[in-house]
Nanobody, 121 residues
Framework: QVQLVESGGGLVQPGGSLRLSCTAS????????MGWYRQAPGKQRELVAT???????NYADSVKGRFNISRDNAKKTVYLQMNSLKPEDTAVYYC???????????????WGQGTQVTVSS
């Protein structure tokens, strides 16, 4: 069973920082792109940042210069360092990854269960 598990969410004051982690587990041969998405109540899920297996990154305009995505391929883990947090960053953050179980399998898209990030005074 292939799973993604997020951690690191919590309550932080505006201007503060949090570091989210997401680790893939189970029988996994390879992981292609990984990313972070977020969803606030009443809003659609939106892309925050993505990173390819080769390290190329992409960020939403709203987080550029504040967030940084990275990955450790040996640990099958993707990170999201969030700095200068704003109240509008409040959302459930979801980890996403394209993974395959063997070299001959197709890549499939997986989602974590989400971790709550609340930015408030």
């Amino acid at each position: 069973q292939v799973q993604l598990v997020e951690s690191g969410g919590g309550l932080v004051q505006p201007g503060g920082s949090l570091r989210l982690s997401c680790t893939a587990s189970g029988s996994i041969f390879s992981i292609n792109s990984m990313g972070w998405y977020r969803q606030a109540p009443g809003k659609q899920r939106e892309l925050v940042a993505t990173i390819t297996s080769g390290g190329s990154t992409n960020y939403a305009d709203s987080v550029k210069g504040r967030f940084n995505i990275s990955r450790d391929n040996a640990k099958k883990t993707v990170y999201l360092q969030m700095n200068s947090l704003k109240p509008e960053d409040t959302a459930v953050y979801y980890c996403n990854a394209d993974m395959r179980r063997t070299s001959w399998n197709n890549f499939f898209n997986y989602w974590g269960q989400g971790t709550q990030v609340t930015v408030s005074s």
